[in-house]
Protein backbone atom coordinates (compact mmCIF):
# COMPACT_ATOMS: atom_id res chain seq x y z
CA UNK A 1 0.00 0.00 0.00
CA UNK A 2 1.31 3.69 -0.87
CA UNK A 3 2.01 5.50 2.54
CA UNK A 4 2.49 9.60 1.93
CA UNK A 5 3.14 11.17 5.58
CA UNK A 6 2.45 14.26 6.73
CA UNK A 7 3.74 15.44 9.29
CA UNK A 8 1.36 17.14 11.28
CA UNK A 9 -2.34 16.76 11.29
CA UNK A 10 -3.02 19.93 13.34
CA UNK A 11 -0.49 23.04 13.21
CA UNK A 12 -1.51 26.51 14.61
CA UNK A 13 0.99 29.22 14.03
CA UNK A 14 1.25 33.46 14.67
CA UNK A 15 1.12 35.94 11.48
CA UNK A 16 4.85 35.99 10.12
CA UNK A 17 6.38 32.91 11.44
CA UNK A 18 8.29 31.02 9.13
CA UNK A 19 6.00 27.45 8.28
CA UNK A 20 7.53 23.85 7.56
CA UNK A 21 5.24 21.18 5.97
CA UNK A 22 6.75 18.10 5.92
CA UNK A 23 5.57 15.15 3.27
CA UNK A 24 7.29 11.60 3.41
CA UNK A 25 6.66 8.83 0.43
CA UNK A 26 7.44 5.30 0.89
CA UNK A 27 6.90 4.19 -2.82
CA UNK A 28 9.99 5.21 -4.79
CA UNK A 29 7.27 7.87 -6.68
CA UNK A 30 9.03 10.33 -9.12
CA UNK A 31 6.27 13.33 -8.39
CA UNK A 32 5.34 15.08 -5.18
CA UNK A 33 2.56 17.36 -4.95
CA UNK A 34 1.28 20.12 -2.63
CA UNK A 35 -2.31 21.64 -2.63
CA UNK A 36 -4.26 23.80 -0.01
CA UNK A 37 -8.32 22.48 0.44
CA UNK A 38 -10.71 25.72 1.02
CA UNK A 39 -14.45 24.87 1.12
CA UNK A 40 -15.93 26.14 -2.13
CA UNK A 41 -12.76 26.21 -4.08
CA UNK A 42 -11.44 22.93 -4.19
CA UNK A 43 -8.19 21.43 -4.10
CA UNK A 44 -5.74 24.11 -5.75
CA UNK A 45 -2.36 23.58 -6.74
CA UNK A 46 0.51 25.46 -5.04
CA UNK A 47 3.65 23.31 -6.18
CA UNK A 48 4.79 20.36 -7.85
CA UNK A 49 8.10 18.34 -8.27
CA UNK A 50 8.82 15.83 -10.77
CA UNK A 51 12.28 15.02 -9.90
CA UNK A 52 14.98 15.54 -7.24
CA UNK A 53 15.74 19.40 -6.73
CA UNK A 54 13.01 20.50 -9.88
CA UNK A 55 10.39 22.17 -8.66
CA UNK A 56 7.33 23.84 -10.93
CA UNK A 57 4.87 26.22 -9.84
CA UNK A 58 0.86 25.62 -9.94
CA UNK A 59 -2.14 27.93 -9.82
CA UNK A 60 -1.68 29.33 -6.76
CA UNK A 61 2.34 29.64 -5.63
CA UNK A 62 2.60 33.05 -4.02
CA UNK A 63 4.02 32.92 -0.52
CA UNK A 64 5.02 29.83 -0.56
CA UNK A 65 8.28 27.82 -1.58
CA UNK A 66 9.01 24.61 -1.69
CA UNK A 67 12.27 21.89 -1.12
CA UNK A 68 12.97 18.64 -2.29
CA UNK A 69 16.76 17.75 -1.74
CA UNK A 70 15.34 13.65 -1.61
CA UNK A 71 12.68 11.48 -3.83
CA UNK A 72 11.21 10.60 -1.23
CA UNK A 73 10.58 14.06 0.91
CA UNK A 74 8.80 17.41 -0.49
CA UNK A 75 8.50 20.47 1.67
CA UNK A 76 6.52 23.41 1.64
CA UNK A 77 7.59 26.37 3.16
CA UNK A 78 5.10 29.78 4.37
CA UNK A 79 8.16 31.85 3.88
CA UNK A 80 5.78 34.55 6.43
CA UNK A 81 2.46 33.00 7.35
CA UNK A 82 -0.71 35.02 6.68
CA UNK A 83 -3.92 34.64 7.66
CA UNK A 84 -5.35 33.89 4.35
CA UNK A 85 -3.06 30.29 4.22
CA UNK A 86 -4.85 29.33 6.91
CA UNK A 87 -6.13 26.10 5.31
CA UNK A 88 -5.89 22.25 4.59
CA UNK A 89 -2.70 21.53 3.37
CA UNK A 90 -2.35 18.36 1.32
CA UNK A 91 0.64 16.50 0.01
CA UNK A 92 0.37 13.84 -2.84
CA UNK A 93 2.72 11.84 -4.62
CA UNK A 94 2.39 9.46 -8.07
CA UNK A 95 4.41 7.50 -10.64
CA UNK A 96 6.32 9.57 -13.33
CA UNK A 97 3.49 10.32 -16.20
CA UNK A 98 0.20 12.24 -16.40
CA UNK A 99 -1.80 9.29 -16.65
CA UNK A 100 -0.96 7.59 -13.15
CA UNK A 101 -3.34 8.17 -10.64
CA UNK A 102 -1.99 10.43 -7.33
CA UNK A 103 -1.87 9.06 -3.67
CA UNK A 104 -2.38 11.38 -0.90
CA UNK A 105 -1.54 12.21 2.46
CA UNK A 106 -4.12 12.70 5.78
CA UNK A 107 -3.65 16.57 5.31
CA UNK A 108 -2.58 19.22 7.55
CA UNK A 109 -5.51 21.65 9.17
CA UNK A 110 -3.17 24.85 9.61
CA UNK A 111 -4.33 27.87 11.11
CA UNK A 112 -2.94 30.78 11.13
CA UNK A 113 -3.75 33.19 13.96
CA UNK B 1 -16.16 28.38 -18.41
CA UNK B 2 -14.76 25.43 -15.54
CA UNK B 3 -11.82 23.13 -17.17
CA UNK B 4 -13.77 20.62 -15.13
CA UNK B 5 -17.21 20.97 -13.82
CA UNK B 6 -19.63 18.87 -11.28
CA UNK B 7 -22.67 19.45 -10.14
CA UNK B 8 -22.39 20.26 -6.36
CA UNK B 9 -25.19 18.48 -5.49
CA UNK B 10 -26.11 17.02 -2.69
CA UNK B 11 -27.58 14.16 -3.93
CA UNK B 12 -29.59 12.64 -1.25
CA UNK B 13 -30.61 8.91 -2.24
CA UNK B 14 -31.95 6.34 -0.02
CA UNK B 15 -30.11 3.32 0.80
CA UNK B 16 -30.48 0.39 -2.02
CA UNK B 17 -30.73 3.15 -4.92
CA UNK B 18 -28.66 3.84 -7.64
CA UNK B 19 -27.09 7.35 -8.24
CA UNK B 20 -25.04 8.39 -11.25
CA UNK B 21 -23.40 11.74 -11.39
CA UNK B 22 -21.55 13.65 -14.55
CA UNK B 23 -17.81 15.41 -14.68
CA UNK B 24 -17.55 17.74 -18.03
CA UNK B 25 -14.21 18.39 -18.90
CA UNK B 26 -13.17 21.44 -21.93
CA UNK B 27 -9.79 20.33 -22.85
CA UNK B 28 -10.50 17.80 -25.34
CA UNK B 29 -6.32 17.28 -25.30
CA UNK B 30 -7.34 15.39 -21.64
CA UNK B 31 -5.62 12.26 -21.64
CA UNK B 32 -6.57 10.11 -18.46
CA UNK B 33 -9.20 10.57 -15.94
CA UNK B 34 -9.80 9.73 -12.38
CA UNK B 35 -12.31 9.19 -9.90
CA UNK B 36 -12.06 10.06 -6.23
CA UNK B 37 -13.88 9.75 -2.61
CA UNK B 38 -13.21 12.34 -0.15
CA UNK B 39 -14.72 12.03 3.18
CA UNK B 40 -15.82 14.93 5.37
CA UNK B 41 -12.12 15.96 6.86
CA UNK B 42 -10.31 13.27 5.16
CA UNK B 43 -7.97 13.67 2.39
CA UNK B 44 -9.04 11.96 -1.42
CA UNK B 45 -8.93 8.78 -1.87
CA UNK B 46 -8.10 7.25 -5.03
CA UNK B 47 -11.84 5.25 -5.98
CA UNK B 48 -11.11 3.81 -9.91
CA UNK B 49 -10.01 5.18 -13.06
CA UNK B 50 -11.71 5.36 -16.19
CA UNK B 51 -10.89 3.58 -18.90
CA UNK B 52 -11.88 4.47 -22.93
CA UNK B 53 -14.09 1.22 -22.58
CA UNK B 54 -15.98 1.82 -19.75
CA UNK B 55 -14.98 -0.06 -16.17
CA UNK B 56 -16.66 -1.63 -13.46
CA UNK B 57 -15.03 -2.11 -9.77
CA UNK B 58 -18.05 -4.10 -7.75
CA UNK B 59 -20.57 -1.50 -7.14
CA UNK B 60 -18.69 1.07 -8.98
CA UNK B 61 -18.80 1.38 -13.13
CA UNK B 62 -16.78 4.62 -14.71
CA UNK B 63 -17.62 5.58 -18.13
CA UNK B 64 -15.88 7.76 -20.40
CA UNK B 65 -17.78 9.59 -23.63
CA UNK B 66 -14.91 11.50 -25.06
CA UNK B 67 -17.06 12.87 -28.07
CA UNK B 68 -19.24 14.84 -25.37
CA UNK B 69 -16.05 15.36 -22.97
CA UNK B 70 -17.70 13.71 -20.07
CA UNK B 71 -17.14 11.02 -17.72
CA UNK B 72 -19.86 9.16 -15.22
CA UNK B 73 -19.76 7.34 -12.20
CA UNK B 74 -22.91 4.94 -11.30
CA UNK B 75 -23.09 3.80 -8.11
CA UNK B 76 -25.37 0.71 -7.81
CA UNK B 77 -27.65 -0.51 -4.51
CA UNK B 78 -25.59 1.97 -2.87
CA UNK B 79 -24.34 1.82 1.08
CA UNK B 80 -24.92 4.00 3.93
CA UNK B 81 -20.84 4.18 3.86
CA UNK B 82 -21.42 5.87 0.00
CA UNK B 83 -21.95 8.63 1.40
CA UNK B 84 -19.01 11.15 0.48
CA UNK B 85 -17.57 13.97 -2.05
CA UNK B 86 -16.67 12.30 -5.22
CA UNK B 87 -14.40 14.35 -7.13
CA UNK B 88 -13.37 13.70 -10.68
CA UNK B 89 -9.72 14.43 -11.67
CA UNK B 90 -8.25 15.10 -15.64
CA UNK B 91 -5.01 14.75 -16.60
CA UNK B 92 -4.12 16.89 -19.43
CA UNK B 93 -1.47 15.50 -21.46
CA UNK B 94 1.14 12.23 -20.73
CA UNK B 95 3.88 13.68 -18.74
CA UNK B 96 4.53 14.44 -15.54
CA UNK B 97 4.36 17.69 -16.15
CA UNK B 98 0.71 17.59 -17.42
CA UNK B 99 -1.94 19.96 -16.06
CA UNK B 100 -4.08 18.07 -13.16
CA UNK B 101 -7.43 19.53 -12.70
CA UNK B 102 -9.40 18.22 -9.98
CA UNK B 103 -13.44 18.78 -9.68
CA UNK B 104 -14.73 20.68 -6.59
CA UNK B 105 -16.32 17.75 -6.36
CA UNK B 106 -20.09 16.06 -5.89
CA UNK B 107 -22.16 15.16 -2.64
CA UNK B 108 -23.34 12.40 -1.99
CA UNK B 109 -25.63 11.33 1.10
CA UNK B 110 -27.23 7.97 1.47
CA UNK B 111 -30.03 8.06 3.81
CA UNK B 112 -31.32 4.98 5.71
Known amino acids: DVKVTQSSRYLVKRTGEKVFLECVQD?????MFWYRQDPGLGLRLIYFSYDVKMKEKGDIPEGYSVSREKKERFSLILESASTNQTSMYLCASSFAGGHQPQHFGDGTRLSIL | RKEVEQDPGPFNVPEGATVAFNCTYS??????FFWYRQDCRKEPKLLMSVYSSGNEDGRFTAQLNRASQYISLLIRDSKLSDSATYLCVVNIGYSSASKIIFGSGTRLSIRP
Open chain 1, 27 to 31: MDHEN
Open chain 2, 27 to 32: NSASQS
